[in-house]
């Protein structure tokens, strides 16, 4: 069980292995950049896909009207959730410690003519004031943090009153698979191996297949994430379906990536609430 007196021993390693693990951590994204996209606009390749994202994102949001939100998106990567906020009319900041990631997302910016900001930065120390934005979402990345307990603080503090967190991940370790799903898996290398001649993700010696021990949420389960959320002073916080966007992937991704990525791993949406006043 994991609850907030673990919090502590969830902030991964001391200072000097923590700046060390970055920076492999930021030589890994940069390297991968261009594959990782490849397979994150898969997610966006229909139209209906499109639209379930939209809805699925509106639905998330604080109940404020039209009113244009100010949102902050963590570990943007790509710009998967920046661009995704920003077509809805809303005002966005993608940050991410990776300059290859953010080349990449600047440019699908230019290219869909959508006004967002990307600056360079750490999830675990924002450079932002208090009070800063009214939503701080992020995709893909808690996993990914050596402290993920000081991240959520970061977002909690740079969050409005009102506002909201939303966090979506999943467990991409085969830890708590059943033998079947790491068939799949297994199935879904195979074949993506033999039709490309590699497995695009892997390779170099790189990945966090090495760094995976030392990261706190290499597994991560939406009750870890809930109970660090709720530690962070959010409310309301409970996970939010996310079916209906595996099952419209499903219907769009080629076989060895639905074997790899969606049938074998579980994903989540979990958001929170920020209460007081400034």
Request: net charge negative; aromatic share 10%; proline share 5%.
């Amino acid at each position: 069980m994991f609850d907030a007196e673990q919090q502590e021993e969830a902030e991964g390693a001391d200072a000097m292995s923590t700046k060390s693990m970055k920076e492999r951590i930021i030589e890994d994204w940069n390297w991968r950049s261009r594959e990782y996209t490849g397979r994150s606009d898969m997610y966006l390749q229909t139209e209906r896909q499109q639209r379930l994202w939209k809805e699925t994102l509106t639905g998330l949001l604080p109940a404020r009207g039209e009113e244009r939100l100010d949102v902050l998106d963590v570990g943007t990567g790509p710009g998967f959730l920046a661009l995704q906020f920003a077509s809805m009319g809303h005002t966005v900041t993608g940050l991410d410690l990776s300059p290859s990631m953010l080349e990449i997302a600047a440019e699908k910016a230019a290219v869909l003519e959508l006004p967002c900001s990307f600056i360079e930065g750490d999830a675990e120390s924002l450079p932002f004031p208090d009070h800063s934005f009214d939503v701080v979402a992020n995709r893909h990345l808690l996993w990914t943090l050596p402290n993920p307990g000081r991240a959520i603080r970061e977002w909690v503090r740079v969050l409005k009153p009102g506002g909201r967190v939303l966090v979506m991940d999943g467990d991409w370790t085969n830890k708590q698979l059943t033998y079947k799903q790491k068939m799949r898996i297994f199935m879904g290398h195979s074949l993506t191996f033999f039709t490309k001649g590699k497995i695009p993700w892997k390779g170099k010696g790189r990945g966090y297949d090495d760094l995976a021990h030392m990261l706190p949420f290499s597994g991560v389960d939406p009750g870890k994430v809930i109970a660090l959320m709720e530690a962070a002073g959010l409310n309301g916080v409970r996970e939010h379906d996310v079916q209906h966007l595996l099952d419209a992937d499903a219907e769009s991704f080629p076989l060895a990536y639905r074997w790899s990525f969606i049938d074998s791993h579980r994903r989540f949406i979990v958001a929170g609430n920020k209460t007081g006043s400034i």
